[in-house]
T-cell receptor, first 120, second 107 residues
Framework: EVQLLESGGGLVQPGGSLRLSCAASGFTFSNYAMSWVRQAPGKGLEWVSV??????????ADSVKGRFTISRDNSKNTLYLQVNSLRADDTAVYYC??????FGKGFDIWGQGTLVTVSS | EIVMTQSPATLSVSPGERATLSCRASQSVSSNLAWYQQKPGQAPRLLIY???TRATGIPARFSGSGSGTEFTLTISSLQSEDFAVYYCQQYNNWPRTFGQGTEVEIK
């Protein structure tokens, strides 16, 4: 079964850091670009960052550029998001999602999400 | 950044009726448009990509159309499991952007 499983969320103070993980199974992880997408409580979806299968290409949303770093370990079938200098408006459920067809054709597989709460 | 605008924000529909959801892009995204369904407490699910191609396992009552800046998702005969929030998303440019969502509720 194709599956993504996020972990690493939690409660963190403003200015703090976390590392989110996304464990993939059931497909050849290195063949797919992967993204992080977040959703603030009661709000819509916001794309955060993408990393190509071989880690050569990456993009970030302006709202997180310079604070978040995406990476992957294809030997462990795991995607990461290092989130630093956290702010209250970073509070959200963070989903990892697989790109269907290189970078195109939408996100065909999603994890269940991990909640990051930024609060003092 | 391409801004995606969905309308209406909420659509009240009776089971068995047709639902038509709209999505407008602030500039052309060609046919690089996807639709997702999200139910409370769940991750989004890909319904449609390339404007009109149904994803694996998606029933034929879901259809997409449009090109350029104007797109439509049609649900031909609403079933109880279709009441949810629907998002459009462009993948023509970076950053990828989503519409704000249309909630389809039971009338």
């Amino acid at each position: 079964e194709v599956q993504l499983l996020e972990s690493g969320g939690g409660l963190v103070q403003p200015g703090g850091s976390l590392r989110l993980s996304c464990a993939a199974s059931g497909f050849t992880f290195s063949n797919y670009a992967m993204s992080w997408v977040r959703q603030a409580p009661g709000k819509g979806l916001e794309w955060v960052s993408v990393l190509s299968g071989g880690s050569a290409t990456t993009y970030y949303a302006d709202s997180v550029k310079g604070r978040f770093t995406i990476s992957r370990d294809n030997s462990k079938n795991t995607l990461y998001l290092q989130v630093n200098s956290l702010r209250a408006d970073d509070t959200a459920v963070y989903y990892c999602a697989r790109h269907s067809g290189n970078f195109g054709k939408g996100f065909d597989i999603w994890g269940q999400g991990t909640l990051v709460t930024v609060s003092s | 950044e391409i801004v995606m605008t969905q309308s209406p924000a909420t659509l009240s529909v009776s089971p068995g009726e047709r639902a038509t959801l709209s999505c407008r892009a602030s500039q052309s995204v060609s046919s690089n448009l996807a639709w997702y369904q999200q139910k409370p407490g769940q991750a989004p699910r890909l319904l449609i990509y390339d404007t009109s191609t149904r994803a694996t396992g998606i029933p034929a009552r879901f259809s997409g159309s449009g090109s350029g800046t104007e797109f439509t998702l049609t649900i031909s005969s609403l079933q109880s499991e279709d009441f949810a929030v629907y998002y459009c998303q462009q993948y023509n440019n970076w950053p990828r952007t989503f519409g704000q969502g249309t909630e389809v509720e039971i009338k």
